[in-house]
C-alpha cells in the first residue's frame, strides 16, 4: 500500500519567482516511481515530470524540477520563473511496480498573483 | 490534449438511474485506467484493464462495472446511482499497463446525479 502526504493545501507565488510544493510518502515497493500532475480550472489532468526511484539524478522538464530525496521519502516539486498559467492543483502520486494503480496525496492548490 | 478521449463532457440523470461512460485509450496504449475525483473522497482509483482483461481493482463499488472491448475503447457503467456518485470521472491510458507507466489522463466526464 501506498501513502502520499501533501502539507500544504494552498500556497500562492509572484508572477516570476519560484515555489516549491512538498511531497511525502511512504511505499513498501521497491521499484517505483513518482509523478506530479497539474489541475488547471479546465480540470484535465496533466502530467508535469515523473521521476524513477532508481535514479539518484533529479529530473527536470523546462521550468520544473524535483528534488527526490529517496531515504527521507520525499518528494518536492520545485517552480521556477512562475506564470499565471502555472495557477492550479499540483498533485503527487506514487506507483509502484506492485501496484498498478497511483496513489494522489490530495493536493496543492498554487496561485499565482501578478 | 493528451489523445485520450473520454465521451460525454457532462452527465446529469436523477437517482436510480444508470449510465455509461466511454473512453478511448491513446493510440498504441493497451491499458485503460478509471479514476473517480470527488470533493470529499479526492481522487480514487477505481479499476484498470489490460488488452480487454481487468488487471486491478480499487475502490470500486458494486453498482459499478467496466470493461474494454477488442478495439481497446473502455466503458464504465454507473447504476441505482445516488446523489453521493456526482463526480467527475476520469479514464487514464498507458502502453502496457505496468505499475511504473506514465498514465496519460483524458478531459473527465463530470456527473450530476440530482
Known amino acids: 500500500a501506498q501513502t502520499v502526504t501533501q502539507s500544504q493545501p494552498e500556497m500562492s507565488v509572484q508572477e516570476a519567482e519560484t515555489v516549491t510544493l512538498s511531497c511525502t510518502y511512504d511505499?513498501?515497493?521497491?521499484?517505483?516511481?513518482l509523478f506530479w500532475y497539474k489541475q488547471p480550472p479546465s480540470r484535465q489532468m496533466i502530467l508535469v515530470i515523473r521521476?524513477?526511484?532508481?535514479?539518484?539524478q533529479n529530473a527536470t522538464e523546462n521550468r520544473f524540477s524535483v528534488n527526490f530525496q529517496k531515504a527521507a521519502k520525499s518528494f518536492s516539486l520545485k517552480i521556477s520563473d512562475s506564470q499565471l498559467g502555472d495557477a492550479a492543483m499540483y498533485f503527487c502520486a506514487p506507483s509502484g511496480a506492485g501496484s498498478y494503480q497511483l496513489t494522489f496525496g490530495k493536493g496543492t492548490k498554487l496561485s499565482v498573483i501578478p | 490534449d493528451s489523445g485520450v478521449t473520454q465521451t460525454p463532457k457532462h452527465l446529469i440523470t436523477a437517482t436510480g438511474q444508470r449510465v455509461t461512460l466511454r473512453c478511448s485509450p491513446r493510440s498504441g496504449d493497451l491499458s485503460v485506467y478509471w479514476y473517480q475525483q470527488s470533493l470529499d473522497q479526492g481522487l480514487q482509483f477505481l479499476i484498470q484493464y489490460y488488452n480487454g482483461e481487468e488487471r486491478a481493482k480499487g475502490n470500486i463499488l458494486e453498482r459499478f462495472s467496466a470493461q474494454q472491448f477488442p478495439d481497446l475503447h473502455s466503458e464504465l457503467n454507473l447504476s441505482s446511482l445516488e446523489l453521493g456518485d456526482s463526480a467527475l470521472y476520469f479514464c487514464?491510458?498507458?502502453?502496457?499497463?505496468?505499475?511504473?507507466?506514465?498514465?496519460?489522463f483524458g478531459p473527465g466526464t463530470r456527473l450530476t446525479v440530482l
Open positions: 487514464a491510458s498507458s502502453v502496457d499497463g505496468r505499475g511504473t507507466d506514465t498514465q496519460y
Open positions: 511505499t513498501s515497493e521497491s521499484d517505483y516511481y
Open positions: 521521476q524513477e526511484a532508481y535514479k539518484q
